[in-house]
C-alpha cells in the first residue's frame, strides 16, 4: 500500500502535523533545549579555531568558559562600580526629585480639583458607588488573581530549573556538535548530499552574521545614547545608555525603556528644558539612525543583504507581523536570500535556461495568379 506515492505522501504529511503538534504540546520544556542548541551554535565556530591549534574541544570548552568569566569578570570589575555610583548619586538625588515634582505637580492637582470641584465629588461618588456594588465581584477577581499567582509561581520556577539546566546541556552539546553535524549529513541521500551541505554553508553564514551584525548594533547604540546623555547631563548616563542599547535587540523596546526615563531625570536633575529635550532628542535621533543607516549599513553587510533589502524586510515584517515580525525579518530575509540564490543557481544550470528555441520558420507567401 505505501508503494503507492499518494499514500506516502499522506503519510509524510500526517507525521509532519503530528511533529508539530506535539512541540507545540510540550514547547515549554524544549525552550531550554533550543536555548542551549543556539548557545551551542554561536559557541562552535570559537571551539572550532581552538581544534585547529591541536587543542581537545573538551579543554576548549573549559578554556572558553575561563575567557568569558574573565570578560564577564572584567566587564563587572569596569562596569558595575560605576553603575553603581550612579545608583547611588540617583538615589541620594530622589528626595529632591520628588520634592520638585511635588512642588510643581500639587499646585496644578489643587488648582483643577477647586476649578472643577462638583465633577470631581461626582467622580468620587460614582468611585464609592462601584465600589459598594461591586465589591464582591472584587474581592473574588482578588482570590483568583492570587491562585493563579500560585500557579504561575510554580510555573517560573519550573522555567528557573530549566535554565540552570542550560549550561550543562550546552557544555555537552558543544563538546559533541560536530558529530552531531556528521550523524546530521549521513541522513541525507548521497544524491543530495552535497548541494545540502551546500546550502547549510550558506545558512550558517548568513544567520551567524546577523547575530554579529545585531550585537555590533547594539554596542554602537550604547556608546550613541551614553555619550548623548552624558552631553545634556542626565544622571546615570552609562546605565540608561547600555540598557536601552541592548534592549533595543527587541526592537522598540530600547527606545520605551530609555526615553522616559532619560527625559524625566533630567528635568528633574534641573538641568532646564533645552537639556530635557537634547535627551528625548538623543534616543530620536539614535533611533532614526539605527533604522535608516546602522542596521542596514552593519547588519546587511555581515548577513549580504543591500540596505534597501534590510529596510524593505523590517516594513514588511512589521507591517503584517508586528513586534515578532521586525524580530525574525532579517533573519528570515537572509534565509530567503540564500533560498533563491540557490533556486537562481539551479535553473542557469538547468536545461531549461540553456535550451535553444528552433527558429520560427519562414513562411513564404505564394505569387498571386
Known amino acids: 500500500m505505501l508503494s503507492k506515492p499518494w499514500v506516502r505522501q499522506l503519510a509524510l504529511v500526517g507525521l509532519i ?12 520544556v524544549l525552550v531550554p533545549i533550543f536555548i542551549a542548541l543556539a548557545l551551542a551554535y554561536i559557541f562552535d565556530p570559537v571551539i572550532d579555531r581552538f581544534e585547529l591549534w591541536k587543542i581537545p574541544r573538551t579543554w576548549g570548552i573549559v578554556i572558553l568558559c575561563c ?30 526629585y520628588w520634592d520638585r ?21 461626582q467622580g468620587l461618588d460614582w468611585l464609592v458607588e462601584q465600589g459598594k456594588k461591586n465589591g464582591a465581584a472584587l474581592l473574588a477577581s482578588i482570590s483568583m488573581g492570587v491562585a493563579a499567582s500560585f500557579k504561575s509561581l510554580g510555573s517560573l520556577i519550573a522555567k528557573l530549573v530549566g535554565l540552570v539546566v542550560v549550561p550543562v546541556m550546552t557544555f555537552y552539546l558543544l563538546r559533541d556538535f560536530d558529530k552531531l553535524k556528521l550523524q546530521a549529513v549521513e541522513l541525507v541521500p548521497l544524491k543530495r548530499r552535497e548541494s545540502v551541505i551546500g546550502f547549510f554553508s550558506e545558512l550558517d553564514g548568513a544567520l551567524s552574521g546577523f547575530i554579529k551584525g545585531q550585537l ?15 552631553i545634556c ?21 530600547g527606545l520605551a525603556l530609555g526615553l ?22 538623543t534616543f530620536v535621533v539614535g533611533q532614526m539612525l539605527e533604522g535608516l543607516v546602522i542596521t542596514p549599513k552593519v547588519v ?27 524580530i525574525l525579518a532579517l533573519p528570515s530575509a537572509a534565509v530567503l536570500v540564500v533560498i533563491l540564490k540557490r533556486l537562481y543557481g539551479s535553473y542557469t544550470r538547468s536545461v531549461l535556461f540553456h535550451e535553444e528555441f528552433p527558429a520560427k520558420p519562414e513562411i513564404k507567401k505564394g505569387k498571386k495568379s
Do not use: K
Request: aromatic share 10%; charged share 5%; glycine share 12%.
Open 17 to 28: 502535523i503530528a511533529g508539530l503538534v506535539l512541540l507545540i504540546l510540550i514547547h515549554q
Open 67 to 96: 575567557i568569558i568569566l574573565l570578560v564577564f569578570g572584567g566587564f563587572l570589575l569596569y562596569v558595575v562600580p560605576r553603575l553603581v555610583h550612579q545608583l547611588n548619586e540617583l538615589q541620594d538625588r530622589l528626595p529632591l
Open 101 to 121: 515634582l511635588r512642588d510643581q505637580l500639587l499646585p496644578q492637582v489643587e488648582a483643577f480639583r477647586q476649578e472643577h470641584a462638583q465633577e470631581y465629588q
Open 216 to 230: 555590533t548594533v547594539a554596542i554602537i547604540l550604547s556608546i550613541i545614547y551614553s555619550i548623548g546623555l552624558f
Open 233 to 253: 547631563g542626565c544622571p546615570a548616563p552609562l546605565l540608561i545608555g547600555v540598557i536601552a542599547g541592548f534592549a533595543n535587540l527587541v526592537p522598540y523596546l
Open 260 to 281: 522616559l526615563p532619560a527625559v524625566l531625570l533630567t528635568y528633574l536633575s534641573g538641568n532646564g528644558w533645552g537639556f530635557t529635550l537634547g535627551a528625548g532628542l
Open 300 to 326: 546587511g553587510e555581515s548577513v549580504g543583504l543591500h540596505p534597501v533589502v534590510v529596510m524593505l524586510a523590517l516594513m514588511v515584517g512589521g507591517t503584517y507581523f508586528g513586534l515578532v515580525g521586525m
